[in-house]
């Protein structure tokens, strides 16, 4: 995602979304909730200190696409006249 989709999918300015790439803290949490909100909804996983693996820091992952395999239940009503 380019920085111009980011802009138009947040509404929020381009230049914003740079300041807020180069801050080491962000301070807008306007700014931070709506990119947060956008990169979750693209399959972003937000990862708190520890979560998942006890010494591991903050990071993210991508959430796994669901793989449709083709299996269904069956139908339990049906009769089998083979």
């Known amino acids: 995602m380019t920085v111009e989709e980011l ?3 947040s509404g929020i300015s ?3 979304i740079e300041e807020a790439e180069a801050s080491q803290v962000f301070a807008n949490t306007d ?3 709506r990119l947060r909100s956008i ?3 693209k399959g972003v996983l ?4 520890g979560q998942d693996d006890a010494g591991a820091g903050p990071g993210l992952r991508l959430r ?3 793989q449709d395999e083709g ?10 006249d083979d």
Request: hydrophobic share 50%; charged share 15%.
């Open 7 to 9: 802009a138009a999918a």
């Open 14 to 16: 381009k230049l914003a």
């Open 31 to 33: 700014v931070t909730d």
């Open 39 to 41: 990169f979750e909804s």
């Open 46 to 49: 937000f990862l708190g200190a």
């Open 64 to 66: 796994q696409a669901f």
């Open 71 to 80: 299996i269904r239940p069956q139908n339990l009503n049906a009769t089998n």
